[in-house]
């Protein structure tokens, strides 16, 4: 009897241990996901809290106040020209400059002048614009602090500048605001008035030219594919090279745009016309690839009722198949813009990584984007830059998250399970 059950009870606590084996492996293998989820939500969370930490900081400036009486130091101007195209040029001309310096040295003291940006006298100019009544007394206008007063405020004072910042505190002519010029302005040598609004403007142009073209470009490309494309080995050659094209490096793109549209064709360079030309080319394939794949996911039964009932090829394709593959198609368009945004490779060769004061007045003025312009600001040395990097990179993280949370919206609501 014991010989005959011996090998059923060896089998049997074989299998248990194999079983137990699965069961364990499954677990760890529960184990290591669990980690790996864990580790990015750690590394997402640590970036998050050193971008907002850093850029919280650049949304918010220093400001001084600082006292103008327009009747002891006069602006010479014609206040009938302040609508006119040139007030700017008229208004510097004027000495309004020098005005703001001698202000701030009479209000601050000694040196007064430098605790405040060279530029600040800028904003008294927008000032005045906006109301030419500000030139008939004194004024207490807040003007920004230069960018040692700035960080000093906001690290801490030290040093003789610190007991002088710690001093304006005091007196109440020191305070910190929200800092709305950074919306409003383009590029500026200057942290206390530079701003991303120029950046901004010229990335909304190169993508919205960028989907103008790769959009129906693309999505008409996948149709002629997938619907009427004969199978044959040239349509096996475009396929392995729109493949191929969606994984090459995005500067091979930049180096394309450089020879054909800056070079043979004269393309405005650095503009925001020949960046969304630039950013079409890199895209499209993608929008072929996600395309056709939406497209297969319509199942033949649709078009073959379409069929039944009357509907020539032409209709199947832009009555029934279309739309229920533009879902797909959507959402891969829009993660595929959401990639361009960021792009910064392809766009250096095409000149756009110069410095752009002004904020762009159309596709053809010189632009540049926010991956640009988050590069050349990490590149300065004034300190009071860095937060305005941080600051930037998180506008451009908004931006981004938007555009997925578009896609995986449109997603949701327009798909349809088969």
């Known amino acids: 009897m014991n010989r005959e ?12 241990k194999r079983i137990a084996g699965r069961y364990a492996a499954e677990r760890r293998f529960k ?18 809290f050193v971008m907002v930490g850093n850029g919280a900081r650049g949304f918010t400036y220093t400001h001084v106040a600082v006292p103008i009486d327009f009747k002891s130091t006069p602006l010479t ?6 609508g006119d195209a040139d007030a700017d040029q008229v208004i510097a001309n004027a000495g309004l400059a020098d005005i703001v310096a001698f202000a701030a040295d009479e209000a601050l003291g ?30 207490v206008f807040e003007l920004p602090a230069s960018s040692a007063v700035d960080i000093m405020a906001k690290d801490g004072a030290r040093g003789e500048l610190g007991a002088r910042v710690d001093a304006l505190e005091r ?3 020191l305070g910190t605001g929200i800092h709305w010029p950074f919306f409003k302005n383009a590029d500026a040598t200057d942290p206390a008035v530079a701003g991303i609004w120029g950046a901004l403007k010229g990335s909304v142009l190169t993508i919205f030219i960028a989907f103008l073209i790769a959009f129906p470009t693309g999505v008409l490309a996948a149709l002629y594919l997938e619907e009427y494309a004969p199978k044959n080995r040239w349509t096996d050659l475009i396929e392995v090279s729109i493949n191929n094209l969606a994984a090459v490096p995005s500067i091979i793109f930049g180096l394309l745009a450089l020879a054909v549209f800056i070079n043979w064709f004269g393309i405005c360079q650095a503009s925001a016309l020949v960046g969304g030309l630039t950013l079409a080319l890199m895209t499209m394939p993608v929008i072929v690839i996600a395309s056709r794949n939406a497209i297969k996911s319509v199942p033949p039964s649709i078009r073959d009722a379409a069929l039944g009932v009357g509907a020539s090829p032409v209709q199947v394709v832009f009555h029934h198949v279309l739309p229920l593959a533009l879902p797909g198609i959507l959402t891969g368009t829009i993660i595929g813009m959401a990639r361009a945004l960021g792009e910064t490779a392809p766009l250096l060769l095409i000149g756009m990584r110069a410095f752009i004061g002004d904020v ?3 596709i053809c003025s010189p632009a540049t984007v926010l991956p640009m312009q988050i590069f050349l600001w990490s590149d300065e ?7 305005k990097t941080s600051a930037a ?3 451009l993280l908004i931006v981004l998250l938007s555009m997925n949370a578009f896609a995986i919206y449109l997603r949701n609501k327009f798909e349809k399970r088969w």
């Open 171 to 173: 007196d109440g002519k």
């Open 5 to 16: 059950t011996a090998p059923t009870d060896w089998k049997g606590t074989v299998m248990q």
């Open 381 to 387: 040395v004034d300190r009071g830059f860095v937060e």
């Open 77 to 82: 101007v014609d206040t009938s020209r302040l």
């Open 360 to 362: 762009p007045g159309g």
């Open 393 to 395: 990179i998180i506008v």
């Open 110 to 139: 000694d040196g007064g002048a430098e605790l405040i940006s060279e530029n600040a006298w800028k904003e008294v100019r927008s000032e005045i614009k906006a109301d030419p009544e500000l030139l008939n007394g004194k004024t």
């Open 31 to 48: 184990l290591f996901g669990l980690g790996a989820v864990l580790l990015s939500g750690a590394f997402l969370a640590f970036l998050l």
